[in-house]
Every structure is written in structure tokens, then in C-alpha cells.
């Protein structure tokens, strides 16, 4: 397997994983149930963190610091851009059935708060708590931690 399908295949299970809270929260969607979302963002982190060190021992523990680290901003944007494209798909298909409002909201306000958090949350927050786990991965990984010296994987 070549780096890139490396890189693309984390990319495309954090993607997933975090597509699979945006439509467990629009089969539920109320406000208060916001915290599923941030389940998705988690697991999103969590699939960079684990991409990070497979990475690392998938080159025999001998990557620089500087290299698994853009190996893990990598896969986050790598994750970022298809979670958009999976959540502008299933916004796509929620909106034919019932709209973009909160149940709790009535059709008439036109309100699009929905689509803000949905869109922010898989934008920002991936992109804040991805980086977060590649560099926090990236120094956990490195076995000699004196030195920063090692292949450079990109």
C-alpha cells in the first residue's frame, strides 16, 4: 500500500465514523441532543491518533517528529474534505424528507441553525481536535525522544 492509500484510508474511516453522528443526530434532531456530535468529532480524532501510529510502526518506528506530524495533518484534511462532501450528501437527502428547521422550531421561522452546527462542527471542530491528535500522536509515538531526527515520509 503507497503512502496516499494510506493517507486515504484513515481519512475515509474518520469521515464515516463521523457522518454516522451526523445522521444519528438528524433522526433525533433537537438542540439538545448536540452532544452526538461531538461523539463523531471524537471518534474523527480518534481515527487521525490511530492513523499517526500505525503510520509510525508502519515505516519500523524510524519517523521523524516533523513527518508523523504531517502524516497526521494529512489524514485530517484528507478526513475533513470527504466528511464535508458525506454530510453535504445526507444534509442533501434530510432536506428533501423534512426541511432544515429544529422540530422544536416551527417550519415557518426559516431559521438554518441546523445546517451552522452541523457544517461548523464538521469543519472547525474536526479540524481543531484532528491537528490536536496529529501532533499529540506524532511526540507520544516517538520512541527516542531526545533526538527529533528520523525519515521523512512526505
Known amino acids: 500500500m503507497t503512502l496516499k492509500a494510506f493517507y486515504w484510508k484513515y481519512s475515509v474511516w474518520a469521515a464515516i465514523l463521523n457522518t454516522l453522528s451526523i445522521v444519528v443526530f438528524l433522526l433525533n ?4 441532543n448536540t452532544w452526538l456530535l ?11 491518533l490511530i492513523g499517526v501510529f500505525r503510520g509510525y510502526h508502519r ?11 504531517m502524516m497526521g495533518i494529512k489524514i485530517t484534511i484528507y478526513g475533513i474534505l470527504l466528511a464535508i462532501l458525506m454530510c453535504v450528501v445526507v444534509l442533501v437527502i434530510n432536506s428533501i424528507f423534512t426541511g432544515l428547521n429544529d422540530r422544536s422550531e416551527p417550519a415557518q421561522s426559516g431559521r438554518g441553525d441546523v ?11 474536526n479540524a481543531i481536535l484532528g ?24
Open 29 to 32: 434532531r433537537q438542540y439538545q
Open 38 to 48: 461531538y461523539v463523531g468529532n471524537l471518534l474523527f480524532s480518534a481515527v487521525v
Open 59 to 69: 515505516v519500523h518506528d524510524s519517523a521523524s517528529v516533523r513527518s508523523s506530524t
Open 115 to 125: 445546517l451552522f452546527i452541523i457544517l461548523s462542527s464538521t469543519i472547525a471542530i
Open 131 to 154: 491537528a490536536l491528535a496529529a501532533v499529540i500522536g506524532a511526540t507520544v509515538v516517538k520512541k527516542n525522544q531526545k533526538t527529533e531526527a528520523g525519515k521523512t515520509l512526505y
